[in-house]
């Protein structure tokens, strides 16, 4: 599963690439983080019906992290 998601990353990477036409990238690490971040965090959250304990063992965070990611993503 893991190379399923590594996969995934490059595929994204390879289509914003050779969608740039030209312009300079710019804050990589940032965009990719968010994009992925929030996502999981939704999934995680939906799957232990919200409950934050359970969701931050599974995401191995510290549930007060996990508040500040919710936060930081306007998820509560």
Known sequence: MPNEL??????????????LDGETPHAIYDMVLHSIEKPMLEYILKKVGGNQSKAAEILGLNRNTLRKKMAQYNLE
């Open 6 to 19: 590594a996969d995934s990353v490059r595929k994204s990477l390879d289509a914003y690439f050779s969608h």
